[in-house]
Every structure is written in C-alpha cells, then in structure tokens.
C-alpha cells in the first residue's frame, strides 16, 4: 500500500518516537499559542471595529438617575433631583443640533407571563385572584402596587377567565415567568436600522393610542410558537401578560444582536391614560438618547446638549453621558493586550520553528548515506525531497492537530478575560493553518541541503 | 556499451588538489566480466563512481550506447542508474528499517511498477538467490553473507544491463564470499555485465578481464588470457 522509501521515513519516525514526540510538542506549542493569540487578535480587531460601529457608541445618553457604574461612590442608584422630569418632548432639542440624527426614548421594561407554571403556583394564583377580584371592582384606571411595580390591567384582560384564556389557542402564552424588552419612541428603530420581517412597526397613532401593542425580537418569537406554526402565525394574536393582553404587530428581523431576545412596546407619555404620578414614576426610568452618524461629533454634541439641558432644567439636574468614551478605553486595553500575546506568541512560534529546522537538520544528516543509497538506487533529487518533506509535513501535521487541542481552550479563556464573543472556530484554523506553514518553511532548510549533494558523497559517510 | 574518454577526476581538498584519476579511458561491452584491482587509494572506487554516475568526472567525456551522458540532468542520470545500473557495496547498505523483500522491491518503485510486479520480481529474485525463507526479515537479522545476497537481488530487480559491484566479498568469510561470487557469475552468463572492485587476485582471476589502477591511472587492462586492451 505505501511505498518502500516512504515505510522506511515511517519506521525511522516511529523508531525515534521520543525525538518525534518532542518534534511534534514543538510544533503543536508554537502552532497553539500562535492559534490562539492570533483568533484573539483577529476577534479584537473585528469586534473593537463592530463595537464602536454600533449605535450605542454612537449615541449620548440623557437620564436623570445616576447609574451605579457612574458613580463615584456606587451604592445605588439614585436620583438627581426631585423636580427633573424627563418626557419625550425634551427629544425636540435634537432638532436645534444638526449633527444629531436620531432622538429616541428607550427605557427597560418587563413583562410577566402568565402560563400553566404561573397558575400551579398557589402564590400566584392567589395573587393572580386577587387581581382579578379587585379589578372587578373597579375602573379600568386601577394601579395595583404590589412589590413596588405597578401593573396595569387592560379592560379585555378583566373580561376574561385565565384557565379559558390558558386553553384558548388563539391566545399566545410564553414558558417564561418574565421576559424583557424596552418601551422606545419611533426613531428607535430607524437609529438601529430594524424592520419587520413579519407585520409592521408601529404607525404614528399606536404611539398615542390606548391599545397594548407590543413588537417581537425574531428569536423571542420562535420561544411563543407551538411546533406546527410559523412565525407570521403570531401577527394580530394577542400575548398573556399580567399587564394584561399585547397584541403582536410586528416580528423583527434578525438583527444577530441582543434586540432579537427583545420585546417592544411603544412609549408615550403624553398619552391620555398617564397621570402625574405615573409620568414621575416613569422619568426614573426615563433615558433620552441622542444619535450621530459621525462619532467625532459625539464631543460637540454631548456639550451642545449639556447647555440645552442645563438651560432648561438648571445645573447638575441631568446626566449626560458619552458611553463611546469608556468603549474607546476598552478597545485600547484589548487590542494592546491582544498585541502584546501576539507578539509573544510569534517569538515563541519563531523560536519552535528554528529548534525544529534544527533537530530536523541533525536528523536528516544522520539520514545523508540513506539519501546515497536512495539515490544510487534511482531517486531523483525531487523525489528524496519530497520524501524528507512528508516527515515534516508528518510532524507537523500531528503537531498542529494536538496545537488546535491547546489552542481552541487557550483562545476561550482569553476570549471570556477580554469579555469578547467567543466566535473564532473558522480563524483558529486559519491562524493555525499559517503557523503550521511557517514551520514548515523552516524545515525545507535541512530538506534542501541535498539539493546539490552527490550519490557517491552521500554514501562515504558511516 | 560504455566508453570513458580521457576521463579526469580532481578532488577540492581545503588547500591542496588531489588528482583521484587522470585521462583514464575505459571501454566496456555487454556481457563483459570485469575485475579492476589496485591498492589502497588508487582510484578504483573513484572509478566505479563514475561508471555508476554516482559522482562527475572534472573532464572527459562518459558515452553510454553511444550517447554523451556526462552532463545529464539529475532526473536523467537517476533514469540510468534505475534501469541500466545494479550497485553492490562492501558494507551491503540495505535499509535496516526494510525487510529483505522491501529492500529488494524498493529500485523498482523508482521504475514506477506496480505493487504486485515489485513483489513477484522480488520474491522471483530472493528465491533465486536462495534466500525464500528470509524474506520478511530485516537486515539486522541476517548474517553478512545472506544480507549481500539481498544486495545483489536488489542490483538485478530492474534488470540491468550492468552490475558495478564495489568489493561485494571484503566483508565476508570465503566460503560466503564464493557463494556471492558464484551468484555474480550466474548473472553473467545470463547477460549481465558485471564490473567488480576487488582485492583478491583470486577473484580477480575469475574474471573475463582485468584492470589494474595505480596512482588514477591504468596500469595494466588484461583482456583474456594476457590480451593487452587500453
């Protein structure tokens, strides 16, 4: 099956197994470390790119509560000012602010499903008895504090009976106690450049309109399908909440971003349903977000901003903040961390090379009157090349396989330490790949000193 | 057959040139038996590499059936020496990673045969030269005279037109060194040009015809019975 010249490289590589493994160590170290650090430098490099393009990056952030991250002193959050009360009408400043090209609020919201595990529950349903006993009582304005959340039910949600609504088919229901999305105002969507891949987003009276109507991430959909449906099944059909019913309008493309585990439900606080109470309570939560297309005017615009604000609310009473300044920050710290490795790794993957060109060199030396023979016999030049350089390609082979074993698991860990998406399966091959045939130009050096070598030279060693 | 004119051959030493042959000029016919003798240093070695094309001549010209073959490209002279030319070593130089069959097999995977033509030919030529019960035994594991044996089926798998045999006896006992002997001058009779360097004037007798080379020259090219042939 194999040829005569080729058994006689096989048995001498198995014969000299300890100089092989050692061989093979070598390669499968300088080609691991460089897989490794060269994935982490690729993905650095990708994912600093995709991370200051995103539009969080490219945006100013107007709230009136401290974040935690922010503070000097993080305790907790807490807010600036009593009397500062954020609503969609501030967004308007956007308009005096040329560079800026989108205006938008998007605050954090949940909501609680109600489902089979929600009425097995006794707590639950209990609670769940409750509600509905008080809402049959009263009007439709009812706001229940309970835990410190309000939940609002709607009217529809009053008329019916949960075990009918649990076994109606045409009534979405989620496995999940809760699931999270953001109330957004209409240029949301634009900033993020999101469009439906079923329904539609929402028209400019949903955002003053009464009805529930809520917005699905595509991902967050399919966890609301039974086995037999497609996703354009959900439009129109109505999703069990304990804020009541959500009518679904719109199921987002994929966007490959967290949006797709998303909801959405239009915010309005101008809304006839809103009261003081209600408009303070949500100006917590409120964030006003002001988007650029030019991050270098993200500096201008923030100052621009900050004397808007300050005009109107006095100083001190808002924060405005630049999150692309901390992205920056991070983005240096990675790819001068990611270089640094890199460059250890191709010393490390230089000096493997050289040690192996070396005891390959002695290895093919003790091989010279071999090479006599092969030649005596018939080989040609080219063919006891080749010859040598499938031993290498032999080593080298087994060295980058057990490599990738050392790589994948290095490149993870340090993947997760730069928090960076591990994705790299194809680029750990590449990086591996290249490595490997580095070294491998290595070894062609101790391969071709039998390029001019005489038969009868060969023979007159040993 | 072959025809050495004027044939040279210098050795670069770091400060000094040694002059290994000097316009040597050989003719040799198919199915000639020849011994070349010398001392120690002689050039008869030398001579044999530049028969087999294992090594160059500084100058002169090599003429193989008639065509000039002393500057032929690497992939040509290995073509020769796969199809005209047999080597036997003193030392046997067999692959001690192969078995006996392997070795034999291995000139004709340079012939591009096939697997079972390598294998039918091998064990043809290991039978042949009474070595059917050793076949997949490696060469450590063989006495000299049994790993020469191996040698010379190897020289004759691609059946060539001569056999240069380098002392294929000086590292064996005599009653082996005759059976070796007596293999050589089978081959002979059945066409094969053998052209052996050897010590013993004993075995130089054997032969159909002497040369004596002394200093890289030729002294004495006895052909048959006291024939003088320069």
């Given at each position: 099956?194999?040829?005569?010249?080729?058994?006689?490289?096989?048995?001498?590589?198995v014969?000299?197994?300890?100089?092989?493994?050692?061989?093979?160590?070598?390669?499968a170290?300088?080609?691991?470390?460089?897989?490794?650090?060269?994935?982490?430098?690729?993905?650095?490099?990708?994912?600093?790119?995709?991370?200051?393009?995103?539009?969080?990056?490219?945006?100013i952030?107007?709230?009136?509560?401290?974040?935690?991250?922010?503070?000097?002193f993080?305790?907790?959050?807490?807010?600036?000012?009593?009397?500062?009360?954020?609503?969609?009408?501030?967004?308007?400043?956007?308009q005096?602010?040329?560079?800026?090209?989108?205006?938008?609020?998007?605050?954090?919201?949940?909501?609680?499903?109600?489902?089979?595990?929600?009425?097995?529950?006794?707590?639950?349903?209990?609670h769940?008895?409750?509600?509905?006993?008080?809402?049959?009582?009263?009007?439709?304005?009812?706001?229940?504090?309970?835990?410190?959340?309000?939940?609002?039910?709607?009217?529809?949600?009053?008329?019916?009976?949960?075990?009918?609504?649990?076994?109606?088919?045409?009534?979405?229901?989620?496995?999940?106690?809760?699931?999270?999305?953001?109330?957004?105002?209409?240029?949301?969507?634009?900033?993020?450049?999101?469009?439906?891949?079923?329904?539609?987003?929402?028209?400019?009276?949903d955002?003053?309109?009464?009805?529930?109507?809520?917005?699905?991430?595509s991902?967050?959909?399919?966890?609301?399908?039974?086995?037999?449906?497609?996703?354009?099944?959900?439009?129109?059909?109505?999703?069990?909440?304990?804020?009541?019913?959500?009518?679904?309008?719109?199921?987002?493309?994929?966007?490959?971003?967290?949006?797709?585990?998303?909801?959405?439900?239009?915010?309005?606080?101008?809304?006839?349903?809103?009261?003081?109470?209600?408009?303070?309570?949500?100006?917590m939560?409120?964030?006003?977000?002001?988007?650029?297309?030019?991050?270098?005017?993200?500096?201008s615009?923030?100052?621009?901003?900050?004397?808007?604000?300050?005009?109107?609310?006095g100083?001190?009473?808002?924060?405005?903040?630049?999150?692309?300044?901390?992205?920056?920050?991070?983005?240096?710290?990675?790819?001068?961390?990611?270089?640094?490795?890199?460059?250890?790794?191709?010393?490390?993957?230089?000096?493997?090379?050289?040690?192996?060109?070396?005891?390959?060199?002695?290895?093919?030396?003790?091989?010279?009157?071999?090479?006599?023979?092969?030649?005596?016999?018939?080989?040609?030049?080219?063919?006891?090349?080749?010859?040598?350089?499938?031993?290498?390609?032999m080593?080298?082979?087994?060295?980058?396989?057990?490599?990738?074993?050392?790589?994948?698991?290095?490149?993870?860990?340090?993947?997760?330490?730069?928090?960076?998406?591990?994705?790299?399966?194809?680029?750990?091959?590449?990086?591996?790949?290249?490595?490997?045939?580095?070294?491998?130009?290595?070894?062609?050096?101790?391969?071709?000193?039998?390029?001019?070598?005489?038969?009868?030279?060969?023979?007159?060693?040993? | 057959?072959?025809?050495?004119?004027?044939?040279?051959?210098?050795?670069?030493?770091?400060?000094?040139?040694?002059?290994?042959?000097?316009?040597?000029?050989?003719?040799?016919?198919?199915?000639?038996?020849?011994?070349?003798?010398?001392?120690?240093?002689?050039?008869?070695?030398?001579?044999?590499?530049?028969?087999?094309?294992?090594?160059?001549?500084?100058?002169?010209?090599?003429?193989l059936?008639?065509?000039?073959?002393?500057?032929?490209a690497?992939?040509?002279?290995?073509?020769?020496?796969?199809?005209?030319?047999?080597?036997?070593?003193?030392?046997?130089?067999?692959?001690?990673?192969?078995?006996?069959?392997?070795?034999?097999?291995?000139?004709?995977?340079?012939?591009?045969?096939?697997?079972?033509?390598?294998?039918?030919?091998?064990?043809?030529?290991?039978?042949?030269?009474?070595?059917?019960?050793?076949?997949?035994?490696?060469?450590?594991?063989?006495?000299?005279?049994?790993?020469?044996?191996?040698?010379?089926?190897?020289a004759?798998?691609?059946?060539?037109?001569?056999?240069?045999?380098?002392?294929?006896?000086?590292?064996?006992?005599?009653?082996?060194?005759?059976?070796?002997?007596?293999?050589?001058?089978?081959?002979?009779?059945?066409?094969?040009?053998?052209?052996?360097?050897?010590?013993?004037?004993?075995?130089?007798?054997?032969?159909?015809?002497?040369?004596?080379?002394?200093?890289?020259?030729?002294?004495?090219?006895?052909?048959?019975?006291?024939?003088?042939?320069?």
């Amino acid at each position: 099956m194999f040829s005569e010249p080729f058994k006689i490289i096989f048995r001498r590589f198995v014969d000299r197994l300890t100089e092989s493994g050692f061989l093979i160590i070598s390669v499968a170290l300088g080609v691991g470390a460089f897989a490794a650090s060269g994935t982490l430098f690729v993905n650095v490099v990708n994912q600093n790119d995709e991370l200051l393009n995103s539009p969080t990056y490219k945006e100013i952030v107007v709230s009136t509560r401290a974040e935690k991250e922010t503070m000097e002193f993080p305790v907790e959050e807490t807010l600036l000012s009593d009397d500062t009360i954020l609503t969609q009408s501030d967004l308007n400043i956007s308009q005096m602010i040329p560079s800026i090209d989108y205006a938008y609020i998007m605050n954090n919201t949940r909501l609680k499903m109600i489902n089979e595990s929600f009425i097995n529950d006794s707590d639950n349903f209990q609670h769940s008895q409750q509600i509905k006993a008080i809402n049959e009582s009263s009007s439709n304005e009812t706001h229940i504090d309970e835990n410190s959340q309000q939940m609002e039910l709607e009217d529809s949600f009053l008329d019916e009976n949960i075990d009918d609504a649990l076994n109606d088919k045409s009534i979405v229901k989620s496995d999940a106690d809760e699931i999270s999305g953001y109330e957004i105002t209409f240029e949301f969507f634009d900033a993020w450049n999101l469009s439906t891949e079923y329904g539609s987003l929402f028209s400019t009276n949903d955002y003053s309109s009464t009805n529930s109507l809520i917005i699905l991430g595509s991902e967050l959909a399919k966890t609301l399908l039974d086995d037999d449906e497609d996703l354009s099944s959900l439009i129109g059909k109505r999703l069990l909440a304990m804020q009541g019913y959500q009518t679904i309008v719109g199921i987002l493309e994929d966007s490959n971003s967290t949006y797709d585990y998303q909801f959405f439900l239009p915010y309005n606080d101008l809304a006839n349903n809103i009261g003081f109470s209600q408009l303070r309570k949500n100006s917590m939560n409120t964030q006003l977000r002001f988007s650029v297309s030019d991050s270098t005017q993200l500096e201008s615009v923030s100052s621009m901003l900050e004397q808007s604000f300050e005009s109107e609310f006095g100083k001190n009473q808002v924060i405005i903040s630049n999150p692309r300044f901390e992205a920056e920050q991070t983005v240096a710290r990675n790819a001068g961390i990611s270089i640094l490795i890199l460059l250890l790794a191709i010393s490390g993957l230089f000096i493997s090379s050289i040690n192996i060109a070396h005891i390959l060199l002695s290895r093919t030396l003790r091989m010279k009157k071999h090479v006599g023979i092969l030649m005596a016999l018939g080989a040609t030049r080219k063919q006891i090349n080749k010859l040598f350089s499938l031993e290498a390609i032999m080593i080298i082979v087994l060295g980058t396989v057990l490599g990738l074993f050392i790589a994948i698991p290095i490149n993870r860990q340090m993947q997760s330490a730069l928090n960076l998406t591990i994705n790299s399966n194809w680029t750990i091959l590449v990086s591996a790949f290249v490595s490997s045939i580095l070294i491998f130009s290595f070894t062609l050096i101790p391969i071709r000193r039998f390029d001019r070598i005489k038969p009868a030279d060969a023979m007159r060693v040993g | 057959m072959i025809d050495l004119k004027n044939i040279s051959k210098i050795y670069d030493l770091a400060e000094t040139k040694v002059k290994a042959l000097n316009e040597v000029n050989i003719h040799i016919d198919r199915g000639e038996y020849i011994a070349i003798m010398g001392p120690s240093g002689s050039g008869k070695s030398t001579l044999m590499h530049i028969l087999g094309i294992l090594d160059t001549a500084s100058s002169g010209v090599y003429e193989l059936e008639g065509y000039d073959i002393t500057t032929l490209a690497d992939k040509e002279q290995a073509r020769i020496r796969n199809n005209h030319f047999g080597f036997i070593f003193q030392s046997f130089n067999l692959f001690p990673e192969l078995s006996a069959i392997e070795n034999v097999m291995l000139p004709m995977q340079y012939a591009n045969k096939s697997q079972k033509e390598r294998k039918d030919r091998a064990v043809y030529l290991l039978n042949e030269v009474g070595l059917s019960h050793r076949f997949n035994h490696l060469p450590t594991m063989m006495s000299g005279g049994e790993q020469q044996r191996v040698a010379i089926a190897r020289a004759l798998s691609n059946e060539p037109d001569l056999i240069l045999a380098d002392e294929p006896t000086g590292n064996l006992p005599t009653d082996k060194g005759d059976e070796v002997m007596q293999i050589l001058e089978k081959a002979n009779k059945d066409g094969v040009s053998v052209v052996m360097v050897t010590h013993n004037p004993n075995q130089g007798k054997r032969a159909k015809r002497i040369i004596n080379v002394r200093d890289g020259s030729i002294v004495l090219n006895e052909k048959e019975k006291g024939v003088k042939n320069v």
